[in-house]
């Protein structure tokens, strides 16, 4: 909390796994001109070889952010970063074409026991907000529309995955406030 001139001003830290991907970096370009925030971690393994991160004018927000080059299994190098971490947005995952049906083990792997490891961070750390990036791949397909009441019935492993890492999401909601997001092709 900083006081000036007798209000109170909330200065707020962000951590973003996957941060330095597309949607990573789009949320960062608003996020950083939001002045409540004096902090934002973008927390990425460059797997996917993005680096619009770091290229072009983003000398507006440059002051604010933080690269982090790590994996969200390495749970001890996470933990360290979410230290002071009032929000986290978890978007870091193994993404595939929505139909893609190959390799379980990789989605296995980040989506579900990676988020595992996100949301055991989070307690630890008591983060506050957890937004978590999810898929409408964990509703399957069919010609029908789907909304909040319609029920998961993942397809593909990809599908599988995220649902799974909502279960752990989950877990937070008593304890923060957490949301989860289910979105589409993006």
């Known amino acids: 909390?900083?006081?000036?001139?007798?209000?109170?001003?909330?200065?707020?830290?962000?951590l973003i796994t996957g941060g330095a991907g597309y949607v990573g970096t789009e949320l960062l370009?608003?996020?950083?001109?939001?002045k409540e925030i004096s902090k934002i971690i973008v927390y990425d393994n460059l797997s996917r070889g993005?680096?619009?991160l770091f290229i072009g004018n983003k000398s507006t927000f440059l002051s604010k952010i933080v690269f982090v080059h790590g994996e969200?299994?390495?749970s001890r190098l996470l933990k360290n970063q979410l230290k002071d971490t009032d929000v986290l947005i978890h978007l870091a995952a193994m993404v595939t074409t929505p139909f893609a049906n190959t390799d379980p083990h990789f989605f296995e792997q980040i989506n579900h026991w990676g988020t595992a490891e996100v949301v055991y961070a989070a307690e630890d750390n008591k983060v506050s907000?957890?937004?978590?990036?999810?898929?409408?791949?964990?509703?399957?397909?069919?010609?029908?529309?789907?909304?909040?009441s319609t029920l998961p019935s993942p397809q593909t492993y990809y599908g599988i995955s995220k649902l799974r890492g909502e279960e752990?999401?989950?877990?937070l909601m008593g304890k923060s406030n957490s949301i989860i997001l289910r979105g589409g092709n993006v």
């Open 1 to 14: 909390m900083w006081l000036a001139h007798g209000f109170n001003y909330y200065r707020m830290n962000v």
């Open 29 to 34: 370009t608003k996020l950083a001109l939001i």
């Open 50 to 52: 993005q680096r619009s």
């Open 72 to 74: 969200i299994l390495d």
């Open 129 to 148: 907000k957890f937004i978590y990036l999810s898929s409408t791949a964990v509703y399957g397909t069919g010609a029908d529309l789907a909304d909040e």
């Open 168 to 171: 752990h999401v989950k877990r």
